[in-house]
């Protein structure tokens, strides 16, 4: 059974950071195009960042960018979401999903249904 399990999430003041973690178990990274997503209470899950399993395309929702980074180690076998500069909309839980590519794959997929892995998902809130 693959799975994804994030974490790193938390209560934050407006305009603080967090880093989340997404991390698999059952399987490698580095074949995989990552994506984080979040879903606020009473909204649909919303696509925020993406990575390529070759590290070399990223994407970004226009609301987050400037303030949130995707990156992976895929010699730690991990894929982080830095963000930065926090607000209180940016409160929801976060999850990461995994597809399938080829190692060296540019493919950067923006839809939940391109995805076929989920994590559980991480709280974050941002609130004073």
């Known amino acids: 059974q693959l799975q994804l399990v994030e974490s790193g999430g938390g209560l934050v003041q407006p305009g603080g950071s967090l880093r989340l973690s997404c991390a698999p178990s059952?399987?490698?990274?580095?074949?995989?195009?990552i994506g984080w997503f979040r879903q606020a209470p009473g909204k649909d899950r919303e696509g925020v960042s993406y990575?390529?399993?070759?590290?070399?395309?990223?994407n970004y929702a226009d609301s987050v960018k400037g303030r949130f980074t995707i990156s992976r180690d895929n010699a730690k076998n991990t894929v982080y979401l830095q963000m930065n500069n926090l607000k209180p909309e940016d409160t929801a839980v976060y999850y990461c999903?995994?597809?399938?590519?080829?190692?060296?794959?540019?493919?950067?997929?923006?839809?939940?249904?391109?995805?076929?892995?989920w994590g559980q998902g991480t709280q974050v809130t941002v609130s004073s």
């Open positions: 990575i390529s399993s070759s590290s070399s395309s990223t």
């Open positions: 059952g399987f490698t990274l580095g074949y995989y195009a």
């Open positions: 999903a995994a597809q399938r590519a080829d190692y060296w794959s540019t493919y950067v997929p923006t839809l939940t249904y391109e995805y076929s892995y």
